[in-house]
């Protein structure tokens, strides 16, 4: 789509009936919707093709992750969240959206002047996110509103007898530096021989955490796939590594077709496999 109106975000955009009726409205502007799993992504897909709509885009990311590497600073007219998960028990709060550290890059990435609104059912959630709102940049106005955007959460909480839901409109008043993260260049690791017979799953870490749960080698032992999760920063990656001959040496590195974003955390998991099939003891006294 070349040279949008405006640029509209739906983070959590969920079964994808706001963000499409959004978009109908309004077809010289351009609407980007995120979610973290592929169930909503696939579903939006479809209604966003059925539909030929041709200003809608979806990214399939941890809302954090896609605002800091996707979006540049003073780029977006306006953000939506419709009744994100609250995470009520404390355990699970550093997984709750519009931390105080969010609502800085939030604010980074809005245009001057520009608002972002969120709904939520939850009043603990409520004032969990006005307790965050501060140095900011960001004037926040709390109300009460009856439903208004006929979604899943909203009418299973009408039903329930819920018939008010908060509205926390956020206004960028003043800017906040907060650069765009780049991608890091991955360094592919070699060795001159390897003993895959030896590899076993592992662990290392806490933040980056890194764990190789699943080894898989060719019944020719020509190429080994070691499947990693990573979680750096509150987001969490799942990626095949390969361990490949070419011409004299092994090759590590991220396998084909792996949708990953290239951070120190995708690193450090080469890196330990490396020291894994290398032999170096002191990875081992860490996993």
Known sequence: MEDPKRLLVEIGFGQGHHLVRWAQSDPSSLFVGIENGWIPVKMLLRKVGGLGLRNVRVIMADASVALMRLFAPKSIDKIICLFPCPWPKERHARR????????????????????ALVVTDHQGFM???????QDTGLNLKVSLK???????????WLAMGQPQFYHLLFQKVAHIEFPLERDLELRV???NFVRFEDLT??????DPFVKAEEIVVDKDGAICLVRFV???DGFVQ??????????????IRPSKGSMFVPTKGVQLAMDL????????DSITSHS
């Open 96 to 115: 709750r959206l519009f931390s105080r550290w969010f609502l800085r890059l939030m604010n980074n990435r809005l245009k001057d002047h520009c608002e």
């Open 127 to 133: 004032e969990w996110v006005v307790g965050n709102n």
């Open 201 to 206: 799953p592992f662990s290392y870490g806490r």
């Open 146 to 156: 009856e439903p208004m955007f006929d979604t899943k959460y909203e009418k299973k």
């Open 189 to 191: 690791n070699r060795l």
């Open 230 to 232: 990573v979680a750096e």
């Open 273 to 280: 496999l490396y020291s894994r099939l290398k032999g170096v």
């Open 238 to 251: 799942h990626l095949w590594v390969e361990v490949r001959r070419e011409e004299d040496l092994w090759k």
